[in-house]
């Protein structure tokens, strides 16, 4: 990454650059809508969809601020990233770690099991211990 940053110039002309734009954007709009439709009808594609849009958010935010034109241009990108994208990205990781949380809590308590780690960092993964099992029959 240092060498990059380093070797890259810091201006390049690209051609389709509104085509890249609005790609990303119409991307970022698709997660939204998406995230959107499964938090309201309460379904589990809310966490990773979430994850996914909180990601298009940052980056999202990051590339406005770095490409603006100095002036009024940045003042608007940082003003979009700090009170609008950057905060909507906090709440969508927010939610995604409460409700994988809960849901592995619930899915405990469902299988009379006793929910021992909050912690994601400490909570295993179940899917290779259903694979041994699954290999074992």
């Known amino acids: 990454m240092i060498y990059i940053l380093n070797v890259l110039p810091s201006s390049y002309r ?25 938090l309201w009808n309460k379904r589990q594609a809310a966490i990773p969809g979430a994850l ?40 969508l990781v927010r939610f995604s770690r409460k409700a994988i949380r809960s849901s592995i809590h619930n899915a405990h308590l469902k299988a009379g099991m006793e929910s021992l780690s909050p912690s994601l960092w400490k909570t295993p993964l179940m899917i290779f211990d259903q694979e041994k099992r699954t290999e074992a029959l």
């Open 14 to 38: 690209a051609e389709h650059w509104n085509t890249a734009w609005f790609g990303y954007d119409f991307g970022m709009l698709l997660t939204l809508l998406s995230t959107s439709w499964a």
């Open 52 to 91: 996914v849009s909180a990601t298009f958010l940052v980056i999202d935010s990051w590339f406005d601020v770095i490409t603006s034109n100095p002036g009024w241009d940045f003042k608007i990108a940082v003003l979009s990233a700090s009170l609008i994208e950057l905060p909507t990205s906090f709440l």
